[in-house]
């Protein structure tokens, strides 16, 4: 019973599958346009348009401020001064600037010194302008860690990071932030217009099972 239910049902959809066909493929067509429309809706338009008396912009252009704001305020967040601080104050980075240092070090004893006062070449040799670097580069060690710390204080009351940040992306034309704001969520946006032409053709697929088994 069950298997000749199955049979005159196969027999039916190809006696007509070109209009099921049309069904389907237009119900996938407009699950896909749905999907398009909306993510368009995101950024267009760009500048607020009456419509009906309802001024009407894209979500994205409309709450750019909005959007500036809320990245100002995570700025603080992912980049916090007490953790730059630290990178900058780290002993691995006074290692990697010695050897530059030093240099400067070396070309300050040994020529600029001695070109500004000739005579100390009579009474320092080369002992004694290796123990004057060694001294620097102790000094160093113990005062860069207190310097940086000092200019870091001055920066983080000079420089307002929450404010630049605002500032930046509110200055962005809309044209520009729906580039930076596409790149991000391309292949999401892609994977959601996809996802849309399969449940169109899904619904397709319903409305014509719908249409063989009405009476």
């Keep these: 019973m069950l298997f000749g239910i199955i049979i005159l049902f196969v027999c039916y959809f190809f006696m007509h599958w070109y209009n099921y066909l049309i069904t389907i493929l237009l119900s996938g067509f407009i699950g896909y346009g749905i999907i398009w429309f909306a993510i368009k809706l995101l950024f267009h338009p760009r500048k607020a348009v009456n419509i009906f008396g309802y001024k009407y912009q894209g979500i994205f252009p409309k709450n750019k401020i909005k959007i500036a704001e809320m990245l100002g305020s995570l700025s603080t967040e992912l980049l916090p001064f007490a953790d730059i601080e630290q990178r900058?104050?780290?002993?691995?980075?006074?290692?990697?600037?010695?050897p530059e240092i030093e240099?400067?070090?070396?070309t300050f004893l040994h020529k600029k010194l001695r070109d500004v006062f000739p005579i100390l070449s009579k009474f320092i040799g080369e002992k004694t302008t290796n123990q004057l670097k060694q001294a620097y580069m102790d000094e160093l060690e113990t005062m860069f860690p207190a310097l940086m710390h000092q200019y870091m204080l001055q920066l983080k009351?000079?420089?307002?990071?929450?404010?630049?940040?605002?500032?930046?992306?509110?200055g962005f034309s809309n044209e520009k932030l729906e580039i930076i704001l596409k790149k991000i969520t391309n292949s999401e946006f892609q994977f959601l217009k996809v996802a849309g032409a399969?449940?169109?053709?899904?619904?397709?697929?319903?409305?014509?099972v719908f249409n063989i088994l009405a009476p």
């Design 88 to 98: 900058i104050t780290s002993t691995d980075n006074l290692e990697k600037l010695k």
């Design 103 to 106: 240099k400067h070090i070396d």
């Design 157 to 170: 009351n000079d420089i307002d990071l929450e404010k630049i940040v605002v500032e930046k992306v509110s």
């Design 198 to 208: 399969v449940f169109g053709c899904l619904i397709g697929v319903l409305q014509v």
